[in-house]
């Protein structure tokens, strides 16, 4: 509990500790204005870039500070699809046994890649909710580790290391949008910010289809829904977990819900605009500006495109004019 | 003339001296292995991607040296539209009066990049070459710099800084691909490897629709072309410079020509195997790849991805299956 006015369960230096803890290949990621985009939206945009690793997502960054801890064992997760890649990426380096738990509903280039790398991949017949109870439940039968995302410190504190990077940039920002799933990296990143640029703006975004962490922000206590309907299937969740809003409570400025159409708008303008292929979750920042636009007018606001893994034949089909 | 066994116009210590000169938004690009596409090409692939900074290309290691050399004076250059919008860039920051000629047959998308940038933009009714002549003509009469692409060893030291990024990534690698048209990029790049991993075969790439200086390598002569006829346009010259020619014939282990359908073949893998949206220049390794599977079977290979500055319209018809 270190920061005496940002109570939360991380801590700076553990984040800088941790930082060296991590493979090279997913720190020190692009962070650059990109004026084209900005022009469209209305104010300056900053995009830092999460997409250029093996696993194109910044979940690297927690399952690398995960398997470390681990000697030789066997771990378990349920994933949307990024972080069970980024868990078999990062434990099939070092010769762990990783199971992931996913939907069967989850994309399939997600889950072509997490068989790809080598871990177990198993599919529950309904929503992430139900592979996470299923991926406690391995755990528990089998006694291995149990890895659950915004939960464990380690996703926190991995996705904390964006921050830092963000400000040792040196490039000024007053606004941070960060996409809003289990929490992790809007309460690491927002941690982080609070700490050594109290002055930014930390804003969540969550869409409409899934708003069960943003409606318990706004409410101060948990609040599940019963469905989830958006294509930003990487913050897909309907049960949030008690320690991360109560994270989330200290950390978050505010939280914005937006449509599936700002959504799919976000994407073709980050295609159009800067030439990135990105996922839904990727561009909830972006559409937050669209639906907003005379909040954000002249601000610099920084955005972190925090995954590519999608269906390019669905990706076609949103960006095409 | 540093490096006693690499004798060209560049040397080690100008490099390294440069990099700190270099604004951080070109430097430390992400350097990973993309294994979806090594497996699609039978060897390991690296890719350097050198498009997430605002000018979308490697160019702004270049003109960031350019322009600190520039007291508060004007600089004219010639461009296929990449070198340009850096020079824009870094000129426009520094306040610098920045004149960009280019052919009227440019990539619109890079025309209008350079406008956007604020540079006084030229057009000229023929091809890069006539630009280049232009260039040289505003030059002399009104008496400012003119920058010369790959003649110039701001040019060749700045795309260089790429070359000591792959070497301190520690990622291993046995041969490097790179895009060859002016040759700044692969004299720089090739000098540094040649000095401190001589190990690894530098292997330059170009259209066979443009192989003015592939054919002055091999030939070990200038020889001039005639016509340009490829979609690869930032590598597109038909005149070699006397002296790239000679720092190329001591730093290429060899120079490689590609056809039209293995760059729009790399293009698309390059898009449906790593989510990039490249220009051709950008895709010229992975052609080589293609056009030689055998010689590269198994191997560490790296390629640079040196801009992404496309006209998306032609990208969706090149990359449609």
Do not use: Y
């Not at 904390?160 to 040196?170: N, R």
């Not at 289990?182 to 990143?189: L, S």
């Not at 994407?267 to 561009?283: D, H, K, N, T, Y």
């Amino acid at each position: 509990m270190g920061c005496p006015w940002v109570m939360t369960r991380l801590d700076l230096d553990r984040i800088c500790a941790a930082r060296p803890l991590i493979n090279p290949v997913f720190l020190g990621t692009p962070f650059s204005m990109c004026e084209p985009l900005g022009e469209r939206l209305g104010c300056e945009v900053g995009v830092k870039l999460e997409t250029a690793n093996p696993v194109r997502s910044f979940k690297g960054r927690g399952t690398e500070l995960v398997v470390e801890g681990l000697a030789g064992a066997s771990v378990v997760c349920a994933s949307a699809g990024n972080l069970g890649q980024a868990l078999a990426w990062s434990g099939g380096r070092r010769g762990l046994g990783v199971t992931v738990v996913a939907s069967r509903f989850a994309t399939p280039a997600k889950l072509e890649r997490i068989r790809a790398l080598g871990a177990r991949l198993e599919l529950v017949d309904g929503d992430h909710e139900l592979a996470r109870e299923r991926a406690a439940a391995i755990a528990a039968s089998d006694g291995i580790r149990l890895l659950e995302d915004s939960l464990d410190l380690e996703t926190c504190e991995g996705a904390a290391t964006i921050g830092l990077e963000l400000v040792e940039s040196g490039i000024p920002f007053d606004v941070v949008l960060i996409a809003l799933g289990g929490g992790a990296m809007a309460t690491g990143v927002g941690q982080v910010l609070k700490e050594l640029a109290p002055g930014v703006e930390v804003v969540c975004v969550q869409p409409a289809g899934a708003p069960a962490l943003t409606l318990s922000w706004r409410e101060r206590r948990l609040i599940t829904t019963e469905t989830i309907e958006t294509i930003a299937d990487g913050v897909a969740g309907r049960r949030p977990i008690p320690e991360v809003l109560a994270d989330l409570l200290v950390i978050a400025d505010d939280a914005v819900l937006v449509r599936e159409e700002s959504i799919v708008a976000g994407m073709r303008l980050l295609f159009e605009q800067a030439g990135l292929i990105v996922e839904p979750s990727a561009a909830l920042g972006v559409a937050a500006v669209l639906e907003d636009p005379d909040r954000f007018a002249g601000r610099r606001v920084a955005t972190i495109i925090c995954g590519s893994n999608v269906d390019l034949t669905a990706h076609r089909r949103w960006v095409s004019p």
